[in-house]
């Protein structure tokens, strides 16, 4: 499969745990995103890399939220004292760069539920 | 106002039938359009790009309107497959920063038999 892989596909955590998601995106894919989708809303951006460089971070990703890449290909995404309203479907995407606006594809997300 | 707006539905409609949703976005810089179709607790799959001259792939057919800053879908001849989640998304717009996507909250069709 050379789609987008993201893991753990569940995670079910306490409040106050820091939690870490991984993604690798599609082979060669320079840009890879983040979005949280939470039940009945469309994904809302977080963040996302160029390469290993973060262009740009949402108002959403408050500061116990930290993103990485560091070596342009896989990237995580971890919350530090997570609180119940983290819970969420949280996608990764990836697009190839090739064109300023490219298609994104996403992954199969990882459902974090904070009790 | 939100971004990206879309009837939240649900459109129930019989197998057969032709459907159309819409959306309208707020940013007139906005320069690339989307469709994305999501299935229940499953991720948004691209269903098609939407271009300035509209465009037809099988019983789907995609609209952009830049005056009104809205965009169509147009499914033909239902199927009950079709039942999911159809998302609109558009881009940020022009600067630096326009890779991201704005999505709607989406509209869910349910497809009878």
């Known amino acids: 499969d050379t789609g987008v892989s993201q893991d753990p596909r569940h995670k079910i955590t306490k409040r106050g745990q820091n939690v870490t998601f991984r993604c690798d995106p599609i082979s060669e894919h320079n840009r890879l995103y983040w979005y949280r989708q939470t039940l009945g809303q469309g994904p809302e951006f977080l963040t996302y890399?160029?390469?290993?460089?973060?262009?740009?971070k949402s108002r959403l990703l408050s500061d116990r939220f930290s993103a990485e890449r560091p070596k342009g290909s896989f990237s995580t995404l971890e919350i530090q004292r997570t609180e119940q309203g983290d819970s969420a479907m949280y996608l990764c995407?990836?697009?190839?760069?090739?064109?300023?606006?490219?298609?994104?594809?996403f992954g199969p997300g990882t459902r974090l539920t904070v009790l | 106002r939100k971004e990206v707006e879309q009837d939240p539905g649900p459109f129930n409609v019989p197998e057969g039938a032709t459907v159309a949703f819409n959306c309208t976005y707020s940013?007139?810089?906005?320069?690339?359009f989307f469709w994305y179709r999501q299935d229940c607790r499953k991720e948004p799959k691209l269903l098609m790009s939407v271009y300035s001259s509209g465009n037809e792939d099988g019983r789907f057919t995609a609209q952009l309107n830049r005056a009104s800053q809205y965009i169509s879908l147009l499914i033909r001849d239902s199927k009950l497959s079709d039942s999911a989640t159809y998302l609109c998304a558009v881009n940020g717009g022009r600067g630096p920063n326009t890779d991201k996507l704005i999505f709607g909250t989406g509209t869910r069709l349910q497809v009878f038999p």
């Open positions: 995407a990836s697009s190839s760069g090739l064109a300023r606006t490219d298609t994104q594809y």
């Open positions: 890399f160029q390469n290993e460089a973060q262009l740009e």
């Open positions: 940013n007139s810089a906005s320069q690339s």
